[in-house]
């Protein structure tokens, strides 16, 4: 925060920004170094630290506005809430350690302003370890990073995998075993229903034609069906007789 | 007094509409634009109408329509819109004319557009119907219009993609339908108002008890066989995973600007189903597999959300995110149905049915300009709509960046916008009805975050593809149209109680109703 606010710039560009942004010249006043950041990241931490004080006001035991936004619920200004078991000390004891990392950082950044970048760091002179766990802010990206990003990426893949070769598979499993039913009926529906249908009206029609030429009204022809129906009734009668 | 039958004017506009452009066919191109245009912005001020009209005060029906129809099945002409209706009218009166203002059809334009207004009669007709017969026939004409539009003027693969989509949803429709004739068949109504005392009162329980052949299946049990068969219709309209594998397909297929509306409106049947018929008709049997549900819920929203993360295409990246918006929805409805008792929990349950029906207005505001934006990007690079084919456009084209910038944050839930209020409102009322849930379902949140993300650097941030080095901006007509949902956006993170008014009410009538 000393850093951020009151500390030496590092970078000619941000101070550049900060007086561009406020309507001087940017590189007349490139050199001079009000701020370690440039405008467009400190005044948005202002206007985040301002209503961070406001929320940190109306999120207290005395006023628990917010609290009771999302409960439904009505308070009132209550400063007797204060009294209450445990409130007082966690606030002050907040408070302290807030102010203690003001202290520390005051002695460590501000009793004796930065004369550049490239000077090592106060922190790292004294503590390099300490330094370094805090630079790599106690390595909690790398932690996420390997951890939740990479499980986030892999459980990524594997889902899109499932979603096309599970779910999409047995959909178009199912949709294929309809058109393969739906193929067999056919072939039934054709060979099999049809065919044998075709085949009975094929013998039908034939034998039509056949039993047509026997009744085609010729008198002679039943004459001579009857005489041949004789002799193989009279050879019948024979034969069984001699049996 | 006659009072003016507001809602049969409302879907009659768009059907004959279409009937006039479908006449006029593609011979005058402006005309039947006009045509379009004219239909969408009635409509939408007579939904505002409603809207203004609409008592506050009342949980009940209103601007009813009753007509005697077909006596001996008791079908009637029954129309009227509740909270829940009013908010789905509302959603699509808006979506249609941004659908139509975002089209850049040329082939066959007469048939496109009066297909994109038979849809709209048919969302109307599937929003305000109040009687199962009646409901169904607009359930259905909804689906017809979608089939061609995506399989007359699709992508590459639109022939599987609208039939995956037709099938599956025929398929919710059939086993649907086969739940409400069993319904009709043991109790003699098909009236919604009706059904949803038929389910308070226990009566379609006792009706299947005293059913011939009763004593093979328990009443119970073909309550719950009846209760799936309806569920599952919902549950391919939604879609709840594992039942969505034809949503990504479709909506990546289908022409950018009907993706719009089937994310926008039609998606939001599956869930108004459930609500509006489920829940009060099989309260209990939805108790009774409320743990599956949730999980069903879970699944949509948190692996809907990873699989959106895998892809490589803004369309199908924005068609996961939708499914994962929904499963929310669902997560809070299904949540409702877990709580054991009516006088338990009444103020968690109203929160997770008001954050549900408000993150459906949301979401479907939210992701048609996000898929608004897709066909704006199309139409500037010549079709091209994969996540790495751009980059660095932020520099090129800073309005079009920071404008989708909005509706992606708001899609993220970002709170002042809409997305934030509704998703909010449903782990509030989630999380004293189902703890475990609502915790796992933030898994979901941080994918989502991921992948939106994900978008911006890709799209917008890094070095510039030269390849759009002359991509132009958004022109001052885009900007004015876009300036309303933005607006909109904007107006329902601040001031979610515009929505929520009008919501309240019938969600207080449906927790009250709901029997345990």
């Known amino acids: 925060l000393v850093y951020v606010f009151f500390g030496q710039s590092r970078t000619a560009q941000s101070a550049g920004d900060w007086h561009a942004f406020r309507g001087g010249n940017a590189n007349q006043e490139s050199l001079k170094p009000p701020h370690e950041s440039s405008a467009i990241m400190t005044f948005p931490l202002v206007v985040l630290a301002v209503f961070s004080i406001a929320l940190s006001v109306i999120g207290t035991p005395v006023w628990p506005w917010f609290n009771s936004f999302l409960n439904g619920s009505v308070t009132t200004f209550d400063a007797g809430r204060l009294s209450e078991k445990g409130v007082l000390p966690v606030m002050l004891s907040s408070i302290v350690i807030v102010f203690l990392g003001y202290l520390v950082g005051w002695r460590l950044y501000g009793m004796r302003a930065t004369e550049n970048a490239d000077v090592t760091d106060a922190l790292e002179q004294r503590q390099p370890k300490m330094f370094q766990i805090l630079r790599n802010g106690f390595y909690v990206d790398q932690l996420y990073r390997e951890t939740v990003v990479r499980l986030v990426f892999v459980c990524s893949r594997l889902c899109d995998w499932f979603d096309r070769w599970v779910w999409g598979g047995a959909v178009w499993s199912m949709s294929y075993l309809v058109v393969a039913m739906s193929r067999v009926n056919r072939m039934l529906d054709t060979f099999v229903v049809n065919g044998g249908f075709d085949r009975t009206c094929k013998g039908l029609i034939l034998g039509g034609s056949v039993l047509s030429r026997l009744q085609n009204g010729l008198s002679q022809n039943y004459l001579r069906a009857i005489g041949v129906a004789f002799v193989v009734l009279a050879l019948v009668l024979l034969w069984g007789h001699h049996g | ?516």
């Open chain 2, 1 to 516: 007094m006659k009072v003016f039958p507001f809602i049969t004017v409302l879907t009659a506009v768009p059907l004959v509409m279409a009937l006039a452009i479908l006449i006029i066919g593609d011979r005058r191109r402006e005309v039947v634009r006009g045509m379009a245009f004219t239909s969408s912005f009635v409509t939408l001020v007579l939904a505002l109408m409603l809207w203004c009209q609409f008592d506050l005060a009342s949980g009940q029906l209103q601007f009813q329509e009753l007509h005697a129809w077909i006596p001996s099945i008791g079908v009637e002409y029954h129309v009227g819109v509740d909270g829940l209706g009013i908010v789905m009218v509302l959603l699509s009166a808006i979506l249609v004319p941004m659908s139509i203002a975002a089209s850049s059809v040329h082939e066959r334009e007469g048939l496109y557009l009066s297909l994109i207004l038979f849809l709209q009669a048919g969302l109307f007709g599937t929003f305000t119907a109040l009687n199962f017969f009646h409901w169904f026939v607009f359930w259905e004409l909804s689906l017809i219009p979608a089939f061609f539009l995506i399989r007359l003027w699709g992508g590459p693969r639109r022939a599987s993609a609208s039939t995956q989509f037709f099938v599956y949803t025929m398929v919710g429709s059939i086993a649907l339908l086969l739940g409400f004739l069993a319904v009709f068949v043991y109790t003699g109504v098909v009236d919604f108002a009706r059904l949803s005392d038929v389910g308070k009162s226990g009566e379609l329980i006792s009706a299947l008890a005293n059913r011939p052949g009763a004593h093979r299946f328990s009443p119970e049990h073909v309550a719950l066989a009846i209760f799936s068969g309806i569920f599952l219709g919902f549950a391919i309209k939604t879609p709840l995973i594992p039942f969505h594998t034809w949503l990504p397909s479709t909506y990546a297929e289908a022409p950018t600007e009907v993706t719009m509306l089937l994310t926008g409106a039609m998606s939001k049947m599956g869930l108004y189903g459930f609500l509006r018929i489920l829940v009060p008709l099989f309260s209990a049997e939805m108790r009774a597999v409320s743990t599956l549900l949730l999980w069903m819920a879970l699944a949509t929203i948190v692996l809907s959300a990873l699989s959106a993360l895998a892809q490589k295409d803004l369309k199908r990246i924005l068609a996961y995110s939708s499914i994962n918006h929904l499963g929310y929805c669902a997560l809070g409805i299904f949540a409702v149905a877990r709580s054991s008792s009516n006088d338990a929990f009444v103020t968690d349950r109203g929160a997770a049915l008001d954050g549900a029906i408000l993150q459906m207005f949301n979401h479907g505001l939210t992701a048609a300009t996000l898929f608004w934006f897709v066909a704006m990007l199309q139409k500037r690079s010549g079709g091209v709509h994969g996540l790495d084919s751009f980059g660095g456009l932020r520099r090129v084209i800073p309005v079009f960046c920071g404008v989708m910038g909005i509706a992606l944050f708001s899609s993220l839930g970002l709170p002042g916008l809409n997305g934030f209020i509704g998703e909010f409102l449903i782990f509030r009322g989630t999380f004293p009805l189902a703890a475990w849930a609502a915790a796992l379902a933030t898994i979901g949140l941080l994918v989502t975050a991921i992948f939106i993300l994900t978008i911006l650097q890709r799209v917008f941030m890094g070095p510039l593809n030269q390849r759009w080095g002359a991509m132009s901006d958004l022109s001052l007509r885009e900007r004015i149209a876009l300036s309303v949902p933005i607006a909109l956006m904007f107006t329902l993170g601040i001031d979610p109680q515009l929505m929520l008014s009008h919501i309240n009410g019938t969600v207080m009538k449906m927790v009250q109703q709901v029997r345990y």
